[in-house]
């Protein structure tokens, strides 16, 4: 048939036309699911973009919560409110609420917010009925200042105690969103926000107006909350008549974020789409058709490019078998490959037996890189790139090969691949040799990072150690400005020596990680957290109000250790003693010395409590330094002397016995009170030397007498735990012969029933097999409890003089207290002394009560020894008389 050119042109006009109409159609299906794509989009964007806003939100709340103090919520919310309005142009109001739901302090641009009443709104009530956790998100609602939209954000105030004190509140309107619609493309859409607890959608600012949702959104969106509570995770989207909808949750679960773009204007883009793919296609089908003449041509030069690609195989056959390198050759057009004898080799085949399919190569790589091997070639048929990939393969014996594998794509003239011509070669011993170097390298920088690592954190709990504490703290200095807040928290956990003594170092390692896990909990964030060492921790806190702030951590700290502690069904009570400085230009080392001298003088005013530091503590630390250092050399001198206080029978006023009393008289600063010096000296450890002291000095005094023919019936030593448990203690007994009178220990009334162990049971019982009574001192005051008094059956109780000062001002002139305490020591069999008495009548009282045994100014003040002598010959000629 001959050829017409006029028909072939009609032919290729229609081909080209219904071409273009099938493509046009294809595209717009296509057009249509991008507008949706897009739309799924700028929901997702939505809601990422609200949750950001909410956080900043929480985060102006959680600035304000931290300056408060719960017992002055006016004064320490003022300036962090108004810094707060100045720094965060989009929030319209902050708030601080009490805990009867009245405004007390905030600022509100739309007028004065103070003494409003909002103990009905949900953002108050959650927190007062401890309904809810952590921050609340209120739904929308009128403000009644001004009945702006607003959403207001809130996070509970609570007191030391753990109490509901008020809410903390920050407002956004409306205005606040404005900037969501920097990243969207669609001018129609609209976007309407949902919180969880309320259920109703609301508009989100709209430049061009806010309209409200669509009625036929509106059932869609309740048909479909009666089939689900919730949102599913993702995007759901609604095709409507009129508009086109797409509904996400927040990342946070808090609200939902609703998209609405109309129906009409989605379908003219994907119309606008389909009309250019449909053209463009009608194009190439004329171009294509009005080329079919040169077709001929065409085969007869692909035919010489395949020719040329063989010759070119051949001679890359000649250079690769000497280096074992297998070489393969892709037809793409067939989707067939020919692997030379090399290439079945490095596979683990027999020459000719690979059957030249892709999916016959795909079987033999690893599992593991199959994903890898598909994408790699697909990449390369997409783009028309060479190859160059590794992966593994696993020989018909299961050996693992890495191979390493190159390749060129061929092309023919117009530019479609024809040919893929590859080698392959075997690099398992480098990789191997690699993977060895990397593991080692690997290895030595993990030690290298453990050695730095160790060297900076203590090996129990994981904090920082002192070096460590030390190196941030230096860094902190150096790099911060001048006039950065800085505070700095040393803290001790009181009762760790008698936890660790008692029930074992596992008990006490157990108490110190307990102990860090709370104090990282506590701390606030981006501190430093430290064990220096012992039972003593460190907090340093650089930053905005740091000093408000380390505080408020050592109060949660000091408030959570008054809890007890579960170890191997035991219950480990204990408490923290804290010390507390702030940078006021000093240095690291002087911040750190201060916090240290508050924290001594926390230990001394009774443990369990917080101290800051203050000018007036660092003269009390000089002056205790001086006192200790004198009385150091007041040991050495043997200036220590001991005066007696007599002891009278409560009801023949007899004498029976004196208790020796330690005293200090130094030259420069007079009589120093035993109550001064001897705290210092169980700090230096010197107690059990000072006792040693007033023992033996108290012997030799009762023997002076007995020489002068004066007997004293009873001599009593105060004895401090240290001194007790001292394993020369029975060498020193001993050294200082017969006894010449009936000797009685007096026990400090501190001790606690925890710190009785089985070894001090056993040196009271060895000390009364030696006649040494055993009395416990000053009882009524301290922490000594029944429990202990049944454990240690002391010989003798002497009530506190506190307790018999509070008798003589009541109408009985006894305390009730006393009696009660008279009464078990009659259950008991103990013996009772009471001590401070001053009057005639106190004595009968306390005589009439069943004191056995009186001792106060009324019957003589602590005296030297030569006036014991005087006095013990004046009372027996009065007696006698």
Known sequence: MPFRPFSGILLVLGVAASLGGLFGAIQYNHGWSRTTERLEQDTYAAADHVELLIRSMRLSAEILLEQISPTDLVTSATPAIATIMRENHGIAAALVVDATGHVVAGQYGGGNPIGLDVSDRPYFSVHRNRSWHGFYVNAPIRARIDSAWSLPLSLPIEDRDGKFAGVVVVVAQEAFFAHLRTPFRAEDLRIFLRMRPDGQFIALPDPHGTKPLPFAVREKLAWHGKREADPQPGTIRYDLPEAVVALRQSPSGLFDVLAIRSTDEMKLEAVKEGLRTG???????????????????????????????????????????????????????????????????????????????????????????????????????????????????????????????????????????????????????????????????????????????????????????????????????????????????????????????????????????????????????????????????????????????????????????????????????????????????????????????????????????????????????????????????????????????????????????????????????????????????????????????????????????????????RISVNVDVQRLMQPDLFEDLAALGPLPCPLAFELLETLDFDEITEAMLDVLARLRARGVAIEIDDFGRGRTSLATVQLIRPDRLKIDRSLTAHSARLPGGVDPVVEAICNIGRALDIGLTAEGIENADQAVAFSSIGCDCLQGYHFARPMAAEDLASWIGARAERMTA
């Not at 050996?399 to 080698?423: C, K, N, P, S, Y």
């Open 279 to 713: 053209f463009g296609a009608l194009i190439a089908a004329l171009v294509v058709g009005m080329a079919g003449l040169g077709l001929a041509r065409w085969a007869k030069a692909a035919q010489t490019e395949a020719e040329r690609a063989r010759f070119l195989e051949e001679r890359l056959r000649l250079a690769t078998n000497a280096g074992r390198i297998g070489v393969w050759d892709l037809d793409i057009l067939n989707n067939h490959e020919i692997w030379d004898e090399t290439m079945h080799e490095l596979y683990g085949l027999a020459p000719g037996t690979f059957d030249g399919s892709f999916e016959a190569w795909i079987e033999r790589i690893h599992p593991e890189d199959r994903v890898k091997a598909r994408a790699v070639f697909r990449r390369a048929s997409e783009h028309g790139k060479d190859v160059a990939s590794e992966y593994r393969i696993i020989t018909p014996k299961g050996e693992v090969r890495v191979i390493r594998t190159h390749a060129r794509i061929f092309h023919d003239r117009h530019g479609r691949m024809v040919r893929a011509l590859g080698v392959n070669y075997d690099v398992t011993e480098r990789v191997a040799r690699e993977a060895e170097l990397v593991a080692a390298r690997a290895e030595a920088e993990a030690a290298r990072t453990r050695i730095a690592h160790d060297a900076l954190h203590d090996p129990l709990t994981g904090l920082a150690n002192r070096r460590g504490m030390d190196r941030s703290m230096r860094r902190g200095f150096e790099t911060a400005p001048p006039d950065l807040p800085m505070a700095y928290l040393h803290l001790d956990v009181d009762r760790f020596k008698t936890i660790n003594d008692v029930f074992g170092h596992q008990a006490g390692d157990h108490l110190l990680c307990a102990v860090a896990r709370l104090l990282e909990r506590t701390a606030p964030v981006g501190a430093e957290v430290a064990r220096m060492g012992g039972d003593e921790f460190a907090v340093f806190v650089q930053g905005r109000g740091a000093e408000a702030r380390a505080l408020k951590c050592a109060e949660r700290f000091v408030r959570a250790c008054r809890e007890p502690l579960e170890f191997e069904g035991k219950k480990l009570w204990f408490s923290a003693s804290v010390g507390m400085s702030a940078r006021a230009g000093a240095d690291a080392g002087e911040m750190v010395q201060n916090a240290d001298i508050a924290l001594y003088e926390a230990k001394n005013a009774g443990r369990d409590r917080i101290i800051a530091f203050s000018p007036e503590l660092r003269r009390r630390v000089e002056h205790t330094k001086r006192i200790a250092d004198k009385l150091v050399h007041a040991l050495r001198e043997d200036r220590i002397s001991v005066h007696f206080q007599p002891q009278v029978d409560a009801c023949t006023q007899r004498l029976i016995g004196a208790e020796a009393l330690v005293r200090w008289h130094d030259p420069e600063e007079g009589l120093i009170a035993p109550d001064q010096f001897l705290p210092i000296a169980r700090e230096m450890g010197l107690l059990a030397r000072i006792d040693g002291i007033v023992l033996r000095k108290a012997v030799e005094t009762v023997r002076m007498l007995a020489a002068r023919g004066i007997a004293l019936p």
